[in-house]
């Protein structure tokens, strides 16, 4: 499940830097992708599209790091 407290990434892999989480429906998420000058928005589950239909930018939790 999509958790936008922990570190994110667009689900290609570019880490997104979120600014807002609490704005307004039906997208409360705003964010930076990379070194973008221009915010993005997301729905509260990270997608990027209505519909539920996955895409390239939508926001995914980064995987955690595993110890050595």
């Known amino acids: 499940m999509f958790d936008p407290t922990k570190p994110v990434q667009t689900r290609d892999g570019r880490p997104v830097t979120l600014i807002f989480t609490n704005g307004r429906e039906p997208w409360p998420l705003v964010g930076y992708i990379v070194n973008d000058v221009t915010p ?21 939790n980064a995987p955690e790091p595993q110890p050595e």
Do not use: F, M, T, V
């Open 40 to 60: 993005n928005i997301w729905r509260a589950n990270g997608y990027y599209r209505p519909g539920g239909i996955a895409y390239e930018l939508d926001l995914i």
